[in-house]
Nanobody, 126 residues
């Protein structure tokens, strides 16, 4: 089992940047594929970005491609999401998620993930 704690959210103006972190504890972090999801008020939780267990593969939602970057530091047991050129429509609670496994797959479906953090709020003002 792994425990996930997100941080780095906040209030930022449109066009600004934020970096989210997800600290993992418990079982070996490097043995998990990881992902970021977000949920805006009144909307379903949606995939943002995913990364394979050793970081060799990444995948992004079309809405964030070219603006967001997912990375991981397995030595620090930490997942990151660098968010640039933020837009008001990026406002949401952001969650990190973990799926045990050492394949090179990147997972985009909520149901693929076994563990979730509590979320961190990102608010982008216009």
């Amino acid at each position: 089992q792994v425990q996930l704690v997100e941080s780095g959210g906040g209030l930022v103006q449109a066009g600004g940047s934020l970096r989210l972190s997800c600290a993992a504890s418990g079982r070996t972090f490097s043995s998990y594929a990881m992902g970021w999801f977000r949920q805006a008020p009144g909307k379903e939780r949606e995939f943002v970005a995913g990364i394979s267990w050793i970081g060799g593969r990444t995948h992004y939602a079309d809405s964030v491609k070219g603006r967001f970057s997912i990375s991981r530091d397995n030595a620090k047991n930490t997942l990151y999401l660098q968010m640039n050129s933020l837009k008001p429509e990026d406002t949401a609670v952001y969650y990190c998620a973990a799926k045990p496994g050492t394949s090179m797959s990147v997972y985009t479906m909520r149901g693929s993930y076994d563990y979730w953090g509590q979320g961190t709020q990102v608010t982008v003002s216009s």
